[in-house]
């Protein structure tokens, strides 16, 4: 659970840069190491590259020059028995024709999962964010918040080793967002996972991460760091301790130096 | 105790229903009480009467315009989709061909019916070319339009999951299109019944026998009106019945889509 720089890092950036094809800076090139059972997050202004990152990990993006690396390998490394990877896009992107149950069970179906365990298993997904009784209804009949704890269930069920998230839970109320906060914290307490977690929040950076990741904006780059003891328990007396001030006071410092420096983009 | 009115089935069932009882039964007394002769404006009583009186052969019609319509509707579905499927594969193709279908779709194909009625010799074919012609353009353009409009966001989360190229087209581009070829589905359904009808009066008036529209064009001739109407009320039954048919299989199959394919 604790970052082993010997360790062969999940995933990796060597000088990766992103230059879209109508000529606009995505990201300058970065370098990024992440271990396993890190938990990273990444903070910035809007616009400053924070999906483009996340997508050039999970190879929706080819980078535009550099390398990203998996397990020290090319993408084809991923998949497979302790080389699974989950993305939990901004958006919910579900099927809209298909139920919630079916979307939850889709990435098991990809995989020819068994049907019976893949059912099981996306009704145990349901469960954990507090949706077993909506399985049978279509995404159109959710509200927004439910929609989104579908895709974060379905990016659970396939028990990844590095779990993408793009500030998966913007769109919750407090009271849910922290109650799924804790659970990813008793997740990634467990070992074994590895997480890159997008977030506009910075107490929820503070209370999850073991690394925080500062980007800026224009172009967008990498800003600062910040690292957390994986030591500490994150639970309620975390939330509310000194050091839990304390740290989010710095992170503010720093966010307000990323936006200071973002120029137009503060 | 909620008043009728206020009750779905009623405002959905019954009031239609009555609504049409109370108008064939003004027409029927102004038809009565005017003494309207039944070669002007049969009353709805001559119409069930002459319906009843030439069962046999307005039967007979029937079933041989269902059979035109049902053909044409099959190939329509069947050529259509395939010329979808095509046009899909690639850019090229489909900017070069995209501009001749759009030109037939603006051509009133009605206008070609007699052509194709003397170009193709045997005259049960020239009939469902003919409705075919007219029918299959809302399954071509729809289910284009439906193949093209996967979400990009889903297509990126099949691609990360290294889905195959099979798993792509039958859990992600087929579902995708499917409300749409459904929609179309719809409309080529009632084209197709149009179609049949136009085919048979170009072909009726060449002389060749077959379905309601001919038993119309008949009719008219020996002004034998009540049997128009009989003939013209069973066109009406026909559509009805078709359309009832595709609603209930677009909510079908919506319904067995949202659980789920096997594999
Ligand atoms: N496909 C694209 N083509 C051109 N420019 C793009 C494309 N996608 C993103 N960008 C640009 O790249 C920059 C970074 O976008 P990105 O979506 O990564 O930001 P972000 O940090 O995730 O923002 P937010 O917090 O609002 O989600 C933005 O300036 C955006 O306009
Ligand atoms: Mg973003």
């Given at each position: ?33 992440v ?81 019976q ?35 974060i ?20 109320d ?37 690394r ?55 | ?5 206020a ?33 002007i ?26 059979k ?16 979808a ?21 603006v ?12 170009l ?45 190229r ?98």
């Amino acid at each position: 659970m604790i970052a082993n720089p010997a360790a062969t890092p999940v995933v990796e950036l060597r000088a990766a840069e992103k230059v879209f094809d109508d000529g606009t800076r995505g990201l300058v090139p970065i370098d990024l190491a992440v271990q396993p059972g890190e938990f990273v997050s990444l903070i910035g202004p809007s616009g400053c590259g924070k999906s483009t990152l996340l997508r050039l990990l999970a190879n929706l993006h080819a980078p535009s020059d550099g390398q990203v690396l998996w397990w020290r390998g090319g993408f084809d490394q991923v998949g497979g028995d302790g080389r699974r990877l989950s993305f939990v896009f901004q958006e919910p992107t579900l099927m809209p024709w298909a139920s919630v149950l079916a979307n939850v069970r889709l990435p098991l179906d990809l995989a020819g999962v068994p049907r019976q365990e893949a059912q099981a298993r996306a009704r145990a997904a349901l469960q954990a964010v507090g949706l077993a009784q909506a399985q049978d209804r279509t995404p159109g009949q959710l509200s927004g918040g439910m929609r989104m704890r579908v895709s974060i269930a379905r990016g659970m069920v396939t028990r990844p080793d590095l779990l993408l998230m793009d500030e998966p839970f913007g769109a919750l109320d407090e009271f849910t967002r922290n109650r799924l906060d804790a659970d990813l914290a008793a997740l990634s307490r467990q070992g074994g996972l590895t997480t890159i977690f997008v977030t506009h929040s910075l107490y929820e950076a503070v209370f999850l991460s073991s690394r925080i990741v500062v980007m800026a904006s224009n172009p967008g780059r990498l800003f600062g760091e910040m690292r957390i003891d994986p030591a500490i328990v994150r639970d309620q007396a975390f939330r509310l301790s000194e050091r839990f001030a304390l740290l989010c006071r710095d992170l503010s410092v720093l966010l307000t130096s990323a936006a200071l420096a973002s120029g137009e983009g503060a | 105790m909620t008043p009728l009115v206020a009750r779905p089935w009623f405002v959905q069932i019954a009031a239609p229903v009555l609504l049409g009882l109370l108008v064939l039964c003004g027409w029927q007394g102004f038809c009565r009480l005017d003494h309207i002769p039944p070669y002007i404006l049969p009353a709805p009583g001559d119409i069930g009467a002459s319906l009843l009186a030439n069962r046999a052969t307005l039967l007979h019609a029937l079933w041989s315009t269902m059979k035109v319509t049902l053909m044409a509707l099959a190939l329509s579905v069947a050529i259509g989709v395939a010329i979808a499927f095509v046009l899909v594969q690639s850019r090229v193709l489909e900017n070069s061909l995209l501009p001749y279908v759009i030109l037939m779709q603006v051509t009133p194909i009605v206008a070609i019916a007699p052509l194709i009625i003397v170009l193709v010799k045997a005259p049960a074919v020239a009939l469902v070319v003919c409705a075919t012609v007219i029918a299959i353009f809302p399954i071509i353009s729809n289910t284009l339009q439906g193949l093209r409009s996967v979400d990009p966001g889903l297509a990126d989360y099949f691609s990360m999951n290294k889905a195959s190229r099979l798993q792509f087209l039958l859990r992600l581009r087929i579902p995708s299109a499917l409300p749409m070829f459904l929609a179309g589905l719809r409309i080529s359904a009632g084209l197709s019944l149009v179609g049949a009808v136009v085919a048979e009066f170009v072909a009726g008036t060449g002389g060749t026998s077959s379905g309601l529209a001919y038993e119309i064009l008949q009719s008219g001739f020996q002004l034998d009106i009540p049997r128009m109407f009989a003939s013209l009320a069973l066109i009406t039954v026909a559509g009805l019945a078709l359309y009832g048919a595709m609603a209930a299989l677009q909510r079908m199959v919506l319904r067995a889509l949202s659980h789920a394919p096997g594999r």
